[in-house]
């Protein structure tokens, strides 16, 4: 018995769409001013990060070369790598949740209503991840201070100085997250409570105006 490769396709196409459907990628919410205007500047910040991966790939290529073309290991370049890499991931979290672009895979949260889902991100957002980023902040700040007090810098023979540098940038990053999950919260009590008022509701392509 054989299978056309139409059929195998359509099959193949089935069982995509299948997987599909339990992926989501976004949850719709009405726009606030505030919360539009600092996802602008999120936004902003995540990609000018993000041309730090260019340089990234630039560096990587340059210790290549050097190591195995010229014989000359860098240990230097090496520790910019990861530096450079640690820094554009960082601050990148934000810009990730403002954009709702991580994939979320559950399935309960799929079948829900649109107002069900907005009370699972409300309690969400209050009760677990606005402790843990405020947590994180707290620890992070002296964490940083204290690096630049005693002039840390790195373990390895030509390591890069200024070590308070990359831990400075790691409380920064939970700090753009913070003002990012309170721009998602007022994206949320303004879906459930009409606080703060909505101006702009997007659903799909389709984009309305709340003159309410």
């Known amino acids: 018995m054989t299978v056309s490769g139409k059929d195998s396709l359509h099959n193949e196409q089935t069982s995509v769409s299948d997987a599909d459907k339990y992926l989501h990628k976004h949850t719709e919410l009405p726009t606030?001013?505030?919360?539009?205007?600092?996802?602008?500047?999120i936004s902003a910040i995540g990609k000018a990060a993000s041309w730090l991966w260019i340089v990234v790939t630039g560096v990587i290529i340059w210790a290549v070369v050097g190591r195995y073309i010229f014989g000359e290991g860098s240990v230097t370049l090496e520790e910019v790598q990861w530096h450079l890499a640690g820094t554009g991931w960082l601050l990148?979290?934000?810009?990730?949740?403002?954009?709702?672009d991580h994939v979320r895979v559950d399935v309960l949260h799929e079948r829900l209503s649109l107002r069900s889902q907005a009370w699972i991100e409300l309690f969400g957002l209050l009760f677990l991840l606005l402790p843990f980023l405020v947590l994180a902040v707290h620890e992070m700040i002296p964490y940083a201070y204290a690096s630049w007090q005693q002039g840390e810098t790195s373990q390895a023979?030509?390591?890069?100085?200024?070590?308070?540098?990359?831990?400075?940038?790691?409380?920064?990053?939970?700090?753009?997250?913070?003002?990012?999950?309170?721009?998602?919260?007022?994206?949320?009590?303004a879906l459930l409570f009409g606080f703060p008022k909505p101006i702009r509701v997007e659903s799909g392509n389709n984009k309305k105006e709340d003159a309410s």
Not at 32 to 40: E, G, H, I, N, P
Not at 92 to 100: E, R
């Open 32 to 41: 606030t001013w505030l919360s539009q205007w600092v996802d602008r500047v």
């Open 92 to 100: 990148g979290l934000a810009y990730t949740l403002v954009v709702d």
């Open 157 to 189: 023979p030509a390591g890069l100085p200024h070590r308070w540098v990359l831990k400075s940038i790691v409380a920064l990053a939970f700090a753009l997250l913070i003002v990012a999950a309170l721009s998602r919260l007022l994206k949320v009590t």
